[in-house]
């Protein structure tokens, strides 16, 4: 592959992790790919080019995760093979490759990080509950300027789910039909102005709500949530 872009490296490395037991999910909280396994969490800062803000980003990223990879081209590491691995060994940092030269697109794990012990701090907690609060991995890693599905966003995008069924309704029926506690917040907040309010503590679904339903990028979660509102029970 001549020309790519950097999210194209995600989805090779998100399998070879897989398979590798781990649970993979992108773009969670800043992190291009968050890896989850026996109660820890990884992750990888994946970039074209071997550069100080590739370095930069990982060694920020230690501070909330057990350990950390970056994640280059394969070609861009056999040019620099002894000097990029000195430099991240001395860092701690892991090293994977992804071969995009080649049509198998091969990944490989030249180096192993530092595995520090749990973290806990106010940023470990976000990123455990973002990772832990998603029911779907739509995200690609290495996505720039695009919309990004969070659990915040899932959650408002199960209230439209349940809306649209309804046609209008208030949180307490609303979560009745499998919606998250905080329906109220998420209905009068509006953050993405999907709802409008049609009475005292009603609301039915905005112009934008209906598009945001129809939007390919929600596909697969709109067609669970509406499963889901369809067979609950009020």
């Known amino acids: 592959m001549q020309n790519f872009k950097e999210l194209d490296m995600y989805p090779p490395i998100k399998a070879h992790f897989e398979e590798l037991g781990f649970a993979v999910k992108g773009e969670v909280k800043g992190l ?6 026996d109660g820890q969490m990884w992750a990888v800062e994946m970039k074209k080019g071997f550069n100080t803000t590739l370095l930069y980003q990982a060694l920020n990223r230690q501070k909330a995760v057990n350990a950390v990879f970056v994640a280059i081209p394969r070609h861009v590491f056999m040019r620099r093979r002894g000097h990029i691995l000195h430099i991240l060994e001395k860092l701690s940092l892991g090293l994977v490759t992804v ?65 649209d069924a309804l046609g209008w309704g208030q949180a307490p029926t609303l979560r009745g039909l499998g919606c998250p506690d905080n329906t109220y917040s998420i209905l009068r907040m ?36 509406r499963k889901e509102s369809g067979n609950a029970e009020i």
């Open 32 to 37: 291009d790919a968050a890896l989850m396994r």
């Open 99 to 163: 071969a995009m030269d080649s049509p198998a697109q091969l990944v490989d794990i030249h180096l192993m990080p530092n595995i520090t012990s749990r973290r806990n701090s106010k940023a470990s907690k976000a990123l455990l509950a973002e990772f832990a609060g998603r029911n779907f991995d739509d995200n690609v890693g290495g996505s720039a300027k695009t919309k990004l599905l969070t659990v915040y966003r899932e959650k408002a995008l199960q209230v439209a789910c349940a809306l």
């Open 190 to 225: 509006n953050t993405y102005g999907w709802f409008e309010k049609v009475g005292k503590a009603t609301y039915a679904l905005s112009d934008a709500g209906k598009a945001a339903l129809d939007d390919p990028m929600f596909a697969r979660v709109v067609a669970f949530y």
